[in-house]
């Protein structure tokens, strides 16, 4: 597996990640002082971080650090929960995804989101999942929907095992299966970025493997953001990693870097397992 | 030592019968009285109940024959005319009640909706006698099928309600996380993973409904025609059951229990669909 080379950013409050060259990434997202509340308590507080374009970021930290609360400002999820407050801005491509003349929705299409636990719709069979995001969004054309279904599920590493069974319940498969059937459905409407919290916290060893060779495969075409409580997942996947502590950004850097030779103690101390 | 831990143990044995005891008696006194009911109105209304009872008008005293069939067609009508009101306004309430509003509206719509459960039906009746029968100067099927409307609003609402507040919060998530809109998310995802339930809810709001009387009583009013026109009096099965039963004529309780069997049977039809329904949904969940 090539990782690019990174050349340690001084101040991670102000990262810019570089190649070997001393060019700096490209990047598909940034966020630029965040912090966030529920009601009055604040879960975030004032984190910038670069996400870099095709390449897979990984966010750990200890539970309550605010990682999945982080993620969700990406694609403005946050929203739904009331009494939530955010400050600061996040940049897809340079458009910032809070200003005014955003609409949530076209976020949310832009940056997609796989959840902790799948969700399949159970009214739903395996096909009409996979493409109910367009099909919901105004997509009619049956030929373009029939090649975004094979499509999507090809990517999900999913259709050989379904194709025969596009007609069956979407809860009709297996945990495993119905994860990768919501990685497909969330593909499906072709986002720029790919959300996943938590991907595999409630599967068995082998589906959690699947879905992590799909991210490595993913990777070429999407920038891939993974909340993660599995460290060795982090180091597995990752190209980057950032480690949160109590809702400030600790560190971040290239995995090899933060898992071998972390420029702050805390981040050591959570990697060698001395908490968290 | 031996003798006293043996005395304790049959003491305990003695309140375990007991009370098992006692709870059996309570579960068969809450079937007893659906056996006595089915029952009494099955001996009593059999005889009564045959082809002319669902085809033919109801005959004057003395002439021998004669059915409810008016009063059959004029409570299906009562039911539709009810369901037009009944069943958007209660349904829509409810997905209000659950996706949107504020805690404390809601908190407010939800107690004046258990308050409304609890307002007696006669009530109803009256408050649209006063409305409608006396402004148009008529009893009438809009009328009856007002008050049997409202009847079913409260009912449906808070049924939708929870069946709504039911659906995980993970398929709301899901879908908006496709940048799907609110509205469509409710009514694709939500409601139709809640679909079963509200259907539920409806078809037991009618099974209530049906079999009211005292809201007719000064609204529908009952007749003994066919009836052609919503703006005149209209029979309903449950009026003809009540004006049969107080007549000093015995052909007509025998029709009015052959009428209370066949209302009966309706609503114990309707309560086995609820379970049909309910069970394919469990079945496939």
New interface residues.
């Given amino acids: 597996m090539s990782r690019p080379e990174v050349v340690e950013p001084r101040d991670p409050g102000a990262a810019v990640l570089l190649d070997t060259e001393g060019e700096a990434l490209p990047l598909a997202m940034e966020a630029k002082n965040v912090s966030m509340w529920y009601g009055s308590k604040r879960a975030i507080d004032n984190v910038s971080l670069d996400m870099p374009a095709k390449a897979v970021t990984a966010i750990i930290g200890p539970s309550g650090c605010g990682k999945s609360t982080f993620i969700r400002a990406l694609n403005r999820m946050h929203e739904l929960v009331p009494h939530a407050r955010i400050e600061g801005s996040v940049f897809l491509h340079g458009q910032n995804l809070y200003a005014s003349s955003m609409d949530p929705a076209v976020v949310r299409r832009r940056v997609g989101m796989v959840f902790q636990k799948s969700n399949p719709f159970p009214t739903m069979s395996i096909g009409e999942n996979a493409i109910v995001g367009l099909r919901l969004n105004g997509v009619s054309d049956r030929r373009f929907l029939n090649e975004r279904l094979e499509q999507s599920l090809r990517m999900a590493a999913l259709w050989d095992e379904v194709k025969d069974d596009l007609h069956k319940s979407g809860t009709s498969l297996s945990g495993g299966q119905q994860q990768r059937l919501c990685i497909a459905r969330a593909l499906a409407v072709e986002p720029e970025v790919l959300l996943m919290d938590e991907p595999c916290s409630a599967l068995d060893p082998i589906a959690t493997a699947k879905i992590e060779e799909l991210i490595q495969g993913l990777k070429t075409q999407y920038t891939i953001v993974i909340v993660t409580h599995n460290m060795q997942q982090a180091g597995r996947v990752s190209d980057f990693t950032a480690f949160f502590y109590m809702g400030r950004l600790i560190e971040v850097g290239s995995t090899t870097k933060i898992f071998t030779n972390p420029n702050e103690k805390q981040t050591e101390d959570y990697i060698t397992g001395r908490f968290g | 030592m031996e003798i006293q831990r043996k005395d304790h143990h049959s003491w305990r044995k003695l309140k375990s019968t007991l009370i098992s005891g006692l709870t059996f008696c309570s579960a068969v006194l809450v079937i007893a009285p659906l056996g006595l009911v089915f029952f009494h109105v099955l001996m009593s209304g059999i005889g009564a109940v045959n082809l002319e009872f669902f085809t033919n008008l109801p005959k004057p005293v003395g002439v021998p024959g004669g059915g409810m069939a008016n009063a059959i067609v004029g409570t299906l009508e009562l039911l539709a005319l009810a369901s037009v009101i009944g069943i958007p306004v209660g349904v829509l309430g409810g997905i209000f009640l659950a996706e949107y509003g504020t805690a404390r509206v809601n908190a407010v719509l939800r107690f004046i909706a258990d308050v409304l459960n609890g307002v007696p039906s006669i009530i109803w009746g009256v408050v649209v006698y006063g409305l409608i029968v006396l402004r148009f100067k008529s009893f009438s099927g809009y009328a009856g099928g007002l008050a049997l409307g409202l009847i079913m609003i409260p009912l449906i609402l808070r049924t939708t309600e929870e069946v709504i507040l039911l659906v995980?919060a993970?398929?709301?998530?899901?879908?908006?996380?496709?940048?799907?809109?609110r509205w469509?998310?409710i009514i694709?995802?939500v409601v139709?993973?809640a679909?079963r339930g509200i259907i539920t809810g409806i078809l037991l709001a009618l099974a209530r409904v049906g079999g009211e009387t005292a809201p007719l009583l000064f609204t529908a009013f009952g007749n003994h025609f066919w009836n052609r026109d919503l703006n005149e009096p209209i029979a309903a099965l449950p009026l003809q059951i009540f004006t049969y039963a107080i007549s000093p004529y015995d052909d007509w309780h025998r029709q009015a229990w052959a009428g209370a069997l066949v209302l009966v049977t309706g609503v114990f039809c309707v309560n086995v669909l609820v379970r049909i329904v309910t069970r394919v949904r469990t079945a496939?969940?």
């Fill in positions: 995980p993970g398929y709301r998530e899901a879908a908006l996380a496709l940048g799907i809109a469509k998310t694709q995802i139709k993973t679909s496939s969940a």
